[in-house]
């Protein structure tokens, strides 16, 4: 008898299975922040006293009044499906917010709702990215973008920028980034992993040059608008004639502290906001109908919690840089918003410890995990492998004791 794929012969033992999974998913990049989590996660399972300072998220619980709001919505029964766009009420929560915080005005129809702000990324790119379409994104850059824009049939283009000058692009270096195939532009201010933000200085350098290019589309990723701690947000979006073109990127992860709620949300053009409507009903259908009921507590309701943990990053930024100040050859910029630090460690790669040598920033990182017991992310998954990423949504007696055992392995290398 034959023996089929994944059969067993005629001696009863299992033959080698022959199926796999697609070459789209091959050519997706895993995430390095979620790697190095897991390493993490594995050496404290081991016993050893671990410090992460790899994972990009608030450490503080959801406020009350959001938790409240959740539970009455499961009490009044609104535990069905819900619209594709997301529910009407939470869309006009939505449109408020935009008015009140950012000075742009829309209309429910203009929102949709996601599960989460990377799903609304995803959405955006295979909506409306053709085959060799490309995509201008300043490098550093979050982690995921480059695989959204390969996985959508499109090609990224990076900005390269430097910490001397604060990972910002010059408005020159788009204009030469733009050719006819040009479909994009992509960006996030406050930026992760550089904790840069665009001012409006910036934002305007850089309409001057998108102006004319009208049919480039702007995607602006505001998820970390109300961690700033210098100045205020300005959203690209209320720029004279960029209402139009943007897609305004946002949720409710990083300000609200509802990671695990998963809840993004788009506003938009109204073509696109219907391409991502079409889209997500075939793939997922409307977003969790509980955390919606709390998204519009969260956008109504009092920001004190949100202004209250926006200061404690701001204490713990100062430390960080401080501490971080003392380790001679980094290189650091001043983040202005977000909770990430990424200081360039080019003075250190090349060098050896033990007779082996630190060839990147993916050996570096690496390395401080084994010989400091600090779980970083290399800046190769941001577009800037001179670089590693430190997060710091943790305590202060942590984040003191992970820069000193920092300083303490890198003084190692020679």
Same mark, same amino acid.
């Given at each position: 008898?034959? &023996? ?41 399972? !081991? ?5 992460? $300072?790899?994972?990009? *998220? ?5 406020? =009350? ?35 009140? =915080?950012? #000075?742009?005005?829309?209309? !429910?129809? *203009? ?10 990324? %995803? ?33 990224? %283009? ?13 408005? =020159?270096?788009?204009?030469? @980034? ?25 934002? *305007? ?11 480039? $589309? ?20 209320? $720029?004279?004639?960029?209402? *139009?073109? +943007? @897609? ?18 788009? @506003? ?13 009903? %075939?793939? +997922? ?9 709390? #998204? ?72 401080? $995990? ?7 992310? !290399?800046?190769? &998954? ?26 303490? @392995? ?5």
């Amino acid at each position: 008898m034959k &023996a089929g794929r994944g059969s067993n012969d005629e001696n009863g033992l299992s033959l080698p299975c022959m199926l796999h999974a697609a070459q789209r998913i091959s050519e997706i990049n895993e995430s390095e922040t979620l790697a190095m989590t897991k390493l993490a996660r594995e050496l404290k399972e !081991a016993g050893k006293d671990v410090i992460s $300072l790899s994972i990009g *998220e608030p450490d503080f619980n959801t406020p =009350e009044h959001i938790g409240a709001a959740a539970i009455r919505a499961i009490e009044e029964g609104y535990t069905h499906y819900t619209p594709v766009l997301g529910f009407q009420d939470f869309r006009e929560a939505i449109c408020r917010k935009l008015q009140r =915080e950012n #000075g742009l005005s829309y209309q !429910a129809s *203009e929102i949709i709702v996601s599960t989460g702000a990377k799903h609304t990324l %995803v959405n955006i790119m295979l909506s409306v990215l053709n085959p060799g379409d490309e995509v201008i994104i300043p490098a550093p850059y979050w982690v995921s973008y480059p695989s959204m824009v390969r996985y959508a049939g499109g090609v990224p %283009v990076f900005l390269n920028t430097s910490v001397s000058n604060d990972y910002k692009p010059t408005p =020159e270096q788009l204009r030469a @980034a733009i050719t006819p195939k040009t479909k994009i532009f992509l960006f996030s201010s406050p930026c992760n992993p550089s904790g840069t933000v665009f001012q409006p200085a910036d934002l *305007e350098a850089y309409a001057a040059v998108l102006r004319e290019f009208p049919d480039i $589309l702007v995607v602006s990723d505001e998820i970390y608008e109300h961690i700033i701690f210098e100045g205020s947000h300005l959203s690209i979006a209320s $720029l004279p004639g960029f209402r *139009e073109r +943007t @897609a305004v990127v946002n949720g409710l992860s990083k300000g609200y502290a509802m990671t695990g709620w998963r809840i993004g949300y788009m @506003a938009g053009p109204q073509w696109l906001v219907k391409a991502c409507e079409k889209l997500q009903g %075939v793939f +997922t259908s409307g977003a969790n109908s509980i955390a919606q009921k709390a #998204g519009i507590a969260a956008l109504d309701g009092t920001m004190e919690p949100t202004w209250q943990m926006r200061e404690v990053f701001r204490s713990r930024r100062n430390l960080v840089l401080g501490e971080l100040a003392k380790i001679q050859g980094l290189k650091l910029n001043v983040p202005e918003g977000a909770f990430y630090v990424f200081p360039d460690v080019s003075h250190f790669l090349g060098k050896s410890y033990q007779g082996k040598q630190i060839p990147d920033s993916v050996a570096l990182a690496i390395y401080l $995990l084994n010989e400091a017991l600090v779980a970083t992310v !290399a800046g190769d &998954a941001f577009g800037m492998p001179e670089c590693i990423r430190l997060s710091y949504a943790t305590d202060e007696a942590s984040l003191v004791k992970a820069c000193s055992r920092m300083k303490e @392995a890198l003084e190692k290398l020679s």
